[in-house]
T-cell receptor, first 111, second 111 residues
Framework: RKEVEQDPGPFNVPEGATVAFNCTYS??????FFWYRQDCRKEPKLLMS???SGNEDGRFTAQLNRASQYISLLIRDSKLSDSATYLC????????????FGKGTSLLVTP | DTGVSQNPRHKITKRGQNVTFRCDPI?????LYWYRQTLGQGPEFLTY????????KSRLLSDRFSAERPKGSFSTLEIQRTEQGDSAMYLC?????????FGPGTRLTVL
C-alpha cells in the first residue's frame, strides 16, 4: 500500500468550475504537507504548503485533517492554465527531509 | 538562470552501459536530493546530501547506483550496468526552508 494515496483522475472540468482533490497518507509521523503542480514533461513546482488551520492562496484552498490523515485541495473558478497534474506530498518527521509523493491527480480544464 | 540545472536532459543508452548525470544546485542551497519518476507515478526519493555528506539513501538505490557531491556543490548520479527498468526521469532538487526546487530532470531511456 502506497503511503500517499490520490485519485489519479483524470478530472475533466469546464472553465469556471470548482474542483476538489483528496489525498490520504498512512504514516502518522508526518510533519509537513504540500501540494505540488507538475505540467506535462516538466518538473514539479510547489503550489502551496498545507497547514493544520487550512490556508488559502487566491483561488486555491488547502485543508489538512491530521486525525483522519487527509489532505485536500480546492480550486475555484478553474482556468485553462490550471490543467496539470497535482501531486500530494508529505514529509515524515522520521525520514530525514525526503518528500513522499502521491501518484498525482490529473486535471484537464476545458473551454 | 539561477535555478537547478541538470545535464544531460536526455540520455539514450544500451542495456549494460554505464551512465552519469549531473546536477548543479542553486548556489546557497546546501541540501540536495535525487528522485526518480516513472510514467504515471510521483517522484520517488533516491538519496539526500547535506553539503558533501550523503545522509540518506532509499532502498531503491541498488548497488548499481552511486551518487556523489564533492565539495558540496554539484552532484553526480551514476548508474552502472543499466537495465531497462532504469528508464525513468531522474530529478534533482535543492531545498531552502521547507520548499524543494526541482531541476528539469534527465530522461533516461535504456534500450
Amino acid at each position: 500500500r502506497k503511503e500517499v494515496e490520490q485519485d489519479p483522475g483524470p478530472f475533466n472540468v469546464p472553465e469556471g468550475a470548482t474542483v476538489a482533490f483528496n489525498c490520504t497518507y498512512s504514516n502518522s509521523a508526518s510533519q509537513s504537507f504540500f501540494w505540488y503542480r507538475q505540467d506535462c514533461r516538466k518538473e514539479p513546482k510547489l503550489l502551496m504548503s498545507v497547514y493544520s488551520s487550512g490556508n488559502e492562496d487566491g483561488r486555491f484552498t488547502a485543508q489538512l485533517n491530521r486525525a483522519s490523515q487527509y489532505i485536500s485541495l480546492l480550486i475555484r473558478d478553474s482556468k485553462l492554465s490550471d490543467s496539470a497534474t497535482y501531486l500530494c506530498v508529505v514529509k515524515y518527521s522520521n525520514s530525514g527531509y525526503a518528500l513522499n509523493f502521491g501518484k498525482g491527480t490529473s486535471l484537464l480544464v476545458t473551454p | 538562470d539561477t535555478g537547478v540545472s541538470q545535464n544531460p536532459r536526455h540520455k539514450i543508452t544500451k542495456r549494460g552501459q554505464n551512465v552519469t548525470f549531473r546536477c548543479d544546485p542553486i548556489s546557497e542551497h546546501n541540501r540536495l536530493y535525487w528522485y526518480r519518476q516513472t510514467l504515471g507515478q510521483g517522484p520517488e526519493f533516491l538519496t539526500y546530501f547535506q553539503n558533501e555528506a550523503q545522509l540518506e539513501k532509499s532502498r531503491l538505490l541498488s548497488d548499481r547506483f552511486s551518487a556523489e557531491r564533492p565539495k558540496g556543490s554539484f552532484s553526480t548520479l551514476e548508474i552502472q550496468r543499466t537495465e531497462q527498468g532504469d528508464s525513468a526521469m531522474y530529478l534533482c532538487a535543492t531545498q531552502l526552508g521547507d520548499e524543494q526546487f526541482f531541476g528539469p530532470g534527465t530522461r533516461l531511456t535504456v534500450l
